[in-house]
C-alpha cells in the first residue's frame, strides 16, 4: 500500500522560504504524475502544484506561480515544494498526493490523484 509522508511545515513570518517533502513509500517512485494541495481553515483544499512523472513538466495555481517549485527526485523518492516569498494566504495544511501507476500527466483537481499524505502545517505570521 502506498504512503506519502509529508514533512518541512512550520510557522514562518512573511517573506520567509520554507521547503516541504513528501515521502512516498510501497511502490515504486516512477510512472505517475504527482501534486501538492492545501486547505485553509474554512475553506476547500485547493491545488497548488502538479509534475508529472519524470518531472519535466510543472504546473502552478496563479497565485503561486513565481514564488514555489515542485520538484522531484526520483533517487531519493521524494517530492518537494520549494516556496519563497511567504505570504500570510499561504497559511494552510499543504498535502501531497500521488496519482495510480500509469496516470504520468499533472493534473489540478483533487479528485484526479488516488493517494494523499496526512498533511503538513504551515502557517506565515506577519
Known amino acids: 500500500q502506498v504512503q506519502l509522508v509529508e514533512s518541512g511545515g512550520g510557522l514562518m513570518q512573511a517573506g520567509d522560504s520554507l521547503q516541504l517533502s513528501c515521502a512516498v513509500s510501497?511502490?515504486?517512485?516512477?510512472?505517475?504524475?504527482m501534486g501538492w494541495f492545501r486547505q485553509a481553515p474554512g475553506k476547500e483544499r485547493e491545488f497548488v502544484a502538479t509534475?508529472?512523472?519524470?518531472?519535466?513538466?510543472?504546473g502552478y495555481a496563479d497565485s503561486v506561480k513565481g514564488r514555489f517549485i515542485i520538484s522531484r527526485d526520483h533517487a531519493r523518492g521524494t517530492m518537494s515544494l520549494r516556496m519563497t516569498s511567504l505570504k500570510l494566504e499561504d497559511t494552510a495544511v499543504y498535502y501531497c498526493?500521488?496519482?495510480?501507476?500509469?496516470?504520468?500527466?499533472?493534473?489540478?483537481?483533487?479528485?484526479?490523484?488516488?493517494?494523499w499524505g496526512q498533511g503538513t502545517q504551515v502557517t506565515v505570521s506577519s
Open positions: 510501497g511502490r515504486t517512485f516512477s510512472g505517475y504524475a
Open positions: 498526493a500521488a496519482r495510480d501507476p500509469g496516470l504520468r500527466d499533472g493534473a489540478r483537481g483533487a479528485g484526479d490523484y488516488d493517494h
Open positions: 509534475i508529472n512523472w519524470d518531472g519535466n513538466n510543472r
